[in-house]
């Protein structure tokens, strides 16, 4: 038995159990990543994938089983190759953290700045995503840490902190009747919203589960005209007048978007939940625990390895 069986069993499963995937992405041959698994497979004395021909049509029962010990055993393995650097570099290495656009844009600068003041030989490396491709990063051992609202909590081999809430935003070009009617005091309700284009976030982006659990339950629905996937197109098709936004509040600059007027809209929508999250039993260098403290200060690192 060894580690590159191991991978090749644990790759085959990442790529959807195609084997040109596989070897690719292991940077060997098909036949290669076939003889690797035929040979861990006649150690153990079971089937781990299921078979057409050549062709590999998913995991045995065993090889069910077989998969999270693999899992755990590669991860071990880099925990192990971590704690040598850490103790050799102290405080150098890279840092690589996975968020979505509007953490990225708009929560993570001010502890990214201070971050990299306090740790100078500390490489930061930033990958974007959806949250379910931020999830991935993480299990894929891609990204050391990744910052999304949805999404994280659902990976049970992710431990996924809350590190703030926040709530949206309603925003209206200047003039519009809803910033009349704001300025007069008459507070915002759903039913004077959806008489208006809506333009807001995907589903499965910041907080637009919320957003459509609100009008449903108020058996609403809203004319949604155009969804994206960060707050700053969203503002620019606003601006055009195509609609009314809907962002998290954290993305309205009064000075920046001057030509915009927000609206408070948290009394229309649950509050929402910041995470931040990291696989499940991983090893956290030093400066690694620095910087979500950072970010989020009652993350301290008693409340983080205890959560591990």
């Known amino acids: 038995m060894n580690f590159q069986q191991l991978r090749s069993v644990r790759e085959t499963v990442h790529q959807g159990f195609n084997l040109t995937a596989v070897a690719q992405a292991l940077y060997t041959s098909q036949p290669g990543v076939s003889r690797q698994i035929r040979e861990l497979e006649d150690e153990l004395g079971v089937e781990i994938f299921g078979r057409a021909g050549k062709r590999l049509t998913g995991l045995t029962a065993p090889g069910a089983t077989i998969l999270p010990i693999i899992e755990r055993i590669l991860q071990e393995a880099e925990n192990l190759k971590r704690a040598g650097d850490d103790f050799a570099a102290q405080e150098r290495g890279t840092l690589t953290i996975a968020a979505t656009h509007s953490q990225a844009r708009y929560a993570l600068p001010p502890a990214v700045r201070d971050f990299s003041a306090g740790h100078p030989d500390v490489g930061l490396r930033m990958h974007q995503g959806s949250p379910r491709q931020v999830a991935e990063m993480l299990l894929k051992g891609e990204a050391d840490i990744g910052v999304a609202t949805e999404a994280l909590a659902s990976y049970p081999d992710l431990v996924a902190l809350p590190c703030y809430s926040w709530t949206h935003s309603v925003l209206v070009p200047r003039g519009h009747p809803l ?130």
């Open 179 to 308: 910033e009349q009617d704001a300025a007069s005091g008459v507070a915002l309700v759903l039913e004077r919203l959806v008489q208006f284009p809506i333009v807001t976030y995907e589903a499965g982006y910041t907080g637009r589960s919320h957003i459509d659990s609100a009008l449903e339950r108020a058996s609403l629905r809203a004319n949604v005209v155009l969804v994206a996937m960060d707050a700053d197109v969203i503002k620019t098709y606003v601006e055009l007048g195509m609609g009314v936004g809907i962002v998290a509040s954290i993305a309205y600059d009064e000075q920046r978007d001057a030509g915009l007027s927000a609206i408070d809209a948290g009394h229309l929508f649950e509050p929402n939940t910041t995470r931040l999250a990291f696989r499940r039993g991983a090893f956290l260098r030093d400066y690694v625990y620095d910087f979500i403290q950072t970010f989020a200060p009652p993350l301290t690192r008693e409340v983080v390895q205890q959560a591990l």
